[in-house]
């Protein structure tokens, strides 16, 4: 059995990582929806102290992301997230015993300090460097988990704020970061080389799988600095996922705006969260067989015809409930689609530190978009100016992708001549 693990070590790094995003997104997919009332209630503050709580380690992990690369240059990735989710245990731990605003908004500031190995930056650069066939249905899968996570921590932590306190639901999450520092180091290695294996598909990876081929040595970190290219990529990932994140954070509030009742909205944006799992799958498959290339472009066409149905349509439950399993082909860009594209296009020799660099703007665009769109409301009583802005970002950044890809392309062609 021990032999058959060795040999095929991959699927261990897969299921790891897998818990990793089922708890580590469980827990702060539920932060502010669980705990947001009875924390302001016991510590006397008000919800936007709450918000702003969650605000400042939003800024905190877009730094972590920034740096992690430099980091992990001179450190392994799994004493560093082993580290990592010790720290953050630590930091439930203070906001468990929390008899101040201010001294559960330094715990939640510290917790996101480690955001950058140990989350979503920290995992796709492991994946990347364990797979090369099943990279993007491995990242689907393990983008799914965390709303897995957030159902499954969601009863035990319902469960706990209702019978005892809040506090014990920071120090359940406390016992899942226990658990993650445990397993990450007794479980990951850094490359598959370190179990004398090469990463998984290596080798016959063109001829099992139409997929672009990825595998070559890619661009150092020191040349990207110098091209436009990089700087393209960047701001087209920011302007991408906000495009998303405009419609998908306000789209309850949308509904009922439009008449339709609370509890429908509510039921129909269920079923959309629920679905999306399955479409984090099937575009990690689909990426696996036709490029991130074409996978991000689907999922702006998915959006932006999403968008104009979501306006247009009538507002009968199942009419908006198959727009919005339309609309949520678009959300991989948000999680799973940037990790993908940016190996694709600028290989693996950097990738420590440029997919660091591009979560950050994932990260940016999550704390931007919501405070952008909610004052386009707050300025002209409607979300429908700011869902036209995103058809019209969608749209053009279809064009835009393409001339990047061109660029890429070109990029490569040079960098193979010198």
């Known amino acids: 059995m021990g032999q058959i693990l060795k040999k095929n070590y991959w699927w261990v790094i897969a299921a790891v990582t897998l818990v990793m995003a089922l708890l580590y997104g469980g827990v702060y997919n539920n932060f502010t929806a669980y705990h947001m009332i009875p924390v302001t209630e016991e510590l006397g503050c008000s919800r936007t102290n709450f ?7 939003a ?11 430099s980091v992990l240059r001179h450190h392994s990735l799994r004493k560093m997230a082993a580290a990592g989710f010790a720290f ?119 001829q099992k799988s139409k997929t672009p081929d990825v595998q070559w040595e890619g661009f150092a970190m020191e040349y990207l600095q110098k091209r436009p290219i990089f700087y393209m990529m960047l701001v087209c990932t920011c302007l991408s996922c ?38 984090k799958l ?29 306006l247009y349509l009538p507002r009968k439950e199942w009419i908006m409930t198959a727009t919005l399993l339309l609309f949520a082909v678009s959300m991989p860009v948000t999680t799973m689609m940037f990790p993908l594209l940016s190996v694709e296009l600028f290989g693996y020799r950097g ?19 919501s405070p952008i769109a909610n004052a386009v409301y707050d300025f002209s009583g409607s979300y429908t100016p700011i869902f036209w802005v995103s058809v019209g970002l969608e749209l053009s950044l279809i064009a835009v992708y393409g001339i990047l890809f061109r660029l890429a392309k070109r990029e490569k062609r040079l960098l193979e001549i010198k």
């Open 51 to 57: 918000s702003t709580v969650y605000s400042v380690r």
């Open 59 to 69: 800024v905190v992990c877009i730094f972590s992301a920034l740096l992690s690369g």
């Open 88 to 206: 953050i245990a630590v930091s439930f731990v203070m906001m468990a015993f929390a008899k101040s605003y201010w001294m559960f908004l330094l715990g939640c500031a510290l917790s996101g300090i480690p955001d950058g190995i140990c989350y979503m930056a920290g995992i796709s650069r492991l994946l990347n460097r364990w797979f090369d066939k099943h990279r993007g249905l491995v990242l689907g899968a393990v983008t799914a988990a965390t709303g897995v996570g957030s159902t499954l921590l969601g009863y035990l932590q319902s469960w706990a704020i209702d019978t005892y306190s809040w506090r014990l639901s920071f120090l359940i999450a406390t016992g899942c970061f226990v658990t993650l520092a445990v397993l990450v180091i007794l479980l990951i290695r850094d490359d598959p080389a370190d179990m004398g294996l090469k990463p998984c598909g290596a080798g016959n990876f063109q």
């Open 242 to 279: 906000a495009g998303v994140l405009f419609v998908s954070l306000n789209i309850v509030p949308f509904l009922q705006d439009c008449g339709m009742e609370a509890t429908t909205a509510r039921r129909v944006y269920g079923y959309m969260m629920l679905f999306l799992g399955v479409i």
């Open 282 to 310: 099937g575009m990690g498959a689909l990426c696996d067989r036709i490029g991130a290339k074409k996978g991000i472009q689907l999922c702006h066409i998915a959006c932006a015809i999403g968008v104009l149905m979501l």
């Open 351 to 369: 990738q420590n530190r440029y997919i660091g660099v591009i979560m950050a703007m994932v990260s940016a665009s999550s704390v931007l978009a």
